[in-house]
């Protein structure tokens, strides 16, 4: 089984307000459906969708007031909207996606996913469906409620469900030396060791607003399920056919995470 979590940065316009990519979320869809039938989780993420209204309303560092409880549905109905807009791509592509929302079966201990439950979205998957899932406003046991980030939701289910390998999807082709969109001379790491991934403290943050830490969060996530073995791939998804082909094992640009 693959996990394909595909970035904020790739569905959505992360620099204007509920803006979706429609152009790249449709060529995704198309791109699984042409990889061939396989086991496959969809992830994405929030971008400008579900992180402005976090951070307005302070979701992700959990309850100190009352106005938060309608910032809370706002944020999570964001997710919904553009989870539709994913969800009917694959649709259209003839892909069997189907919606499961991480809030109304998560409930995360201090931010974090504890003990989830992950039987539906893994019989769906043996059912042949592609569930559909992204990055959410859930309660939580410690601060009333938080934000689960669509990478840390990827790596619990690659470890929970024993996935071979998660494909993160991004805008840029892999993880740099430096953030390259701020930095010209930023040259591509194509192989991080977890070691290598934990000297990684100073790796740059990403450009636009994002509460879950950018690149730097995600390696950190990651490094979770590669410990245990998943083969984790860092991809460009706003170029045209590098998801196909890392679906279909292809050799590509991108930068592997390894043990
Ligand atoms: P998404 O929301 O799509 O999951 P993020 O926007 O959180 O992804 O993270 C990807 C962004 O991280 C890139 O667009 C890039 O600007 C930024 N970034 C910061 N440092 C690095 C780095 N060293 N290598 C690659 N990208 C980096």
Redesign the pocket.
Known sequence: MNIL???????TR?DKPKTPNIEAIGRLAHEVASAGPRRLIVVH???SYG?PLAKEYDIYVGYSSPRQLSGFSLTHQAMVELNRLVVEAFLAEGVPAISIAPSSFIVTEDHRIADADFSVVSRASESGFVPVLYGDAVLDSAHRFTIL???QLTARLAIDLGAKRII???????????????AKE?R??EELSLNQMRG?VR??????T?V???????IQEAGAAVDVGVEVQ?VN?LKPGVVKDALRGEKIRC?WLRR
């Open positions: 979590k595909l970035g904020g940065s790739v569905v992360k993420g929030g971008g992180h980030s669509g990478d993160f999807g991004v805008d840029v082709d892999g993880v740099y030396t430096a953030n390259p969109k701020l930023a591509l790491i990684m790796i740059g943050e990403a450009l636009s994002d879950t830490g950018g690149m730097l969060g995600k860092l998804a930068t």
